[in-house]
């Protein structure tokens, strides 16, 4: 098959790669510099001739080297803000309407790419008959820097750019996707982290509104990493402070070097953080309020967290391990608000005997970051009348004498098929369990992105859609299987300690 595809704005020439078409690099608007810096992405420019798309495209500006101590790998690609390309992986270019997958990485709104090979797209390609695209937006300063009330009304959505570069994305794919065997109409997006946190945020986003039939949301809401405009403006000053920018000065703005820029917001360390902003105009309200108030109620969606997301931070943040309980509860506390005492009793007592206190008390983190979202992001939709099918992935990995559990984005290579790839083993080590796990829940997303439910003949039993009765989810394991409420112990711990801590 002729991989030439004639695309709105051009000619590309892609790759193929065992039975599956690859197009890589593919630009789905301008680079986003000098005048466009901050501002909302605007439509490639068409080229002439044919483009060659057999290589990814440079990566968002984003910190250079090794993530998450190197279990996560690194960026081999070039970091630029030239950023804005996506990447195609088809059956066949031949006119076919095969349900499309986008895919959005994420990398708390800091670091990550769509060309990172963990989501190469060609085991769901092959085995699902689907198309998969994977996209690349802006990270950190460049993609969330809410300038409005520093520079203006010119720079209103300037703290939601790379949201924005997320739905021109979907907008190229509704108007180019059906000339790579894609139907525009069978669209689902999904993401994992601040991947899931954009899927939440443009469930809410009215400029999003009919790019997406389906989403599938991975250890994120629509709550992680949200920030008011206070907050955000707050930040902003920061780091224009650090980089040497004053209020209004546009030139400077404009003109300073992007690694500048970059090293100017890490150099203030964890006093910064990315993510949406509730700016009152592209985004209007919280996002997971939108949704209570039937913002998607069109839009079927499956939703889950890994049984330890947290332990994974315990890379990046060894002391975590380290610290006395009392110290470790001070450090929850001024990261997550007051937790109540028999919230805490409660953790102290789960687990075996011989557990660390840190991974007891970091559960409180798993729970308050990611697992409360999760519920709440799909009691909403439930009240809405929408199909929701709600899972835990309880696969252990034994790497590191099996400090990290289940942890924070583990579940991404069963997701993809893609245990075969270099270095991955290092993460989720070699257990002879993984290639089923694997089936199980790579097929679940194929099938929902087919037919609007996860259910196959891999699982052991149907997975129920989840309601108000049995709150069922799916346990993804060496064993998987349907659990009823698995989080309603620990959901009702939670409900009595507010009560207790707010009377």
């Given at each position: 098959m002729n991989t030439i595809v004639?695309?709105?704005?051009?000619?590309?020439?892609?790759?193929?790669?065992?039975?599956?078409?690859?197009?890589?690099?593919?630009?789905?608007?301008?680079?986003?510099?000098?005048?466009?810096?901050?501002?909302?992405?605007?439509?490639?420019e068409p080229w002439t001739g044919v483009r060659d798309a057999t290589t990814f495209g440079a990566v968002a500006m984003q910190p250079a080297g090794l993530l998450f101590g190197g279990v996560l790998?690194?960026?081999?690609?070039?970091?630029?803000?030239?950023?804005?390309?996506?990447?195609?992986?088809?059956?066949?270019?031949?006119?076919?309407?095969?349900?499309?997958?986008?895919?959005?990485?994420?990398?708390?709104?800091?670091?990550?790419?769509?060309?990172?090979?963990?989501?190469?797209?060609?085991?769901?390609?092959?085995?699902?008959?689907?198309?998969?695209?994977?996209?690349n937006y802006r990270l950190n300063v460049f993609g969330f820097l809410h300038l409005a009330d520093l520079f203006g009304e010119d720079y209103a959505a300037?703290?939601?750019?790379?949201?924005?570069?997320?739905?021109?994305?979907?907008?190229w794919v509704q108007e180019n996707i059906e000339a790579f065997g894609g139907d525009p109409k069978q669209v689902t997006i999904f993401g994992e982290s601040a991947g899931a946190a954009s899927v939440g945020t443009l469930l809410a986003m009215p400029e999003a509104k009919g790019l997406f039939q389906q989403a599938i949301l991975q250890s994120g809401s629509g709550a992680l990493l949200l920030k008011s405009a206070a907050?955000?403006?707050?930040?902003?000053?920061?780091?224009?402070?650090?980089?040497?920018?004053?209020?209004?000065?546009?030139?400077r703005l404009l003109t300073i070097p992007a690694e500048k820029l970059l090293q100017a917001a890490l150099s203030l360390g964890p006093q910064v953080s990315y993510g949406p902003v509730i700016d009152g105009k592209t985004l209007p309200n919280h996002p997971i309020e939108a949704l209570k108030e039937g913002a998607a109620r069109d839009i079927s969606m499956i939703i889950g967290v890994t049984k330890d997301e947290y332990n994974l931070f315990t890379l990046t943040d060894p002391s975590w391990t380290a610290l006395s309980e009392q110290e470790l509860l001070k450090r929850i506390n001024k990261e997550v608000g007051p937790v109540p005492r028999e919230v805490v009793d409660y953790y102290l007592h789960q687990g075996d005997e011989a557990e660390p206190i840190w991974q007891k008390l970091l559960r409180i983190m798993t729970y308050r970051v990611f697992t409360n979202g999760m519920l709440r992001t799909a009691d909403y939709q439930v009240e809405q009348g929408v199909n929701v099918w709600m899972y835990r992935f309880d696969y252990e990995t034994p790497i590191m004498g099996g400090k990290l559990k289940a942890c924070h984005a583990l579940e991404l290579p069963f997701v993809f098929g893609n245990l075969h790839q270099p270095g991955i083993t290092n993460f989720t080590g070699d257990l002879p369990e993984r290639e089923q796990i694997s089936k199980q829940i790579h097929d679940a997303w194929i099938s929902f992105a087919r037919n609007g439910n996860p259910n196959h003949d891999q699982l052991t039993e149907e997975w129920p859609v989840y309601d108000f009765n049995k709150r069922a989810a799916m346990i993804f394991g060496a064993s998987s299987r349907v659990e009823a409420d698995p989080f309603g112990k620990e959901r009702d711990v939670w409900e009595k300690g507010k009560q207790h801590l707010f009377s």
């Open positions: 004639e695309t709105r704005y051009g000619k590309l020439q892609g790759g193929k790669n065992e039975s599956v078409y690859y197009w890589k690099g593919v630009p789905y608007a301008k680079a986003p510099v000098g005048e466009l810096r901050f501002q909302p992405p605007q439509p490639p790998g690194r960026t081999t690609e070039p970091r630029s803000e030239d950023c804005l390309f996506l990447n195609i992986w088809s059956p066949g270019a031949d006119g076919k309407k095969r349900p499309v997958m986008v895919w959005i990485h994420g990398g708390a709104f800091l670091f990550g790419s769509g060309s990172t090979p963990w989501y190469d797209g060609t085991a769901f390609a092959a085995n699902g008959d689907v198309v998969v695209v994977t996209i300037s703290g939601n750019c790379g949201i924005l570069d997320q739905i021109a994305a979907l907008r907050k955000a403006t707050a930040m902003a000053e920061k780091i224009l402070h650090q980089a040497g920018i004053r209020p209004g000065d546009r030139d």
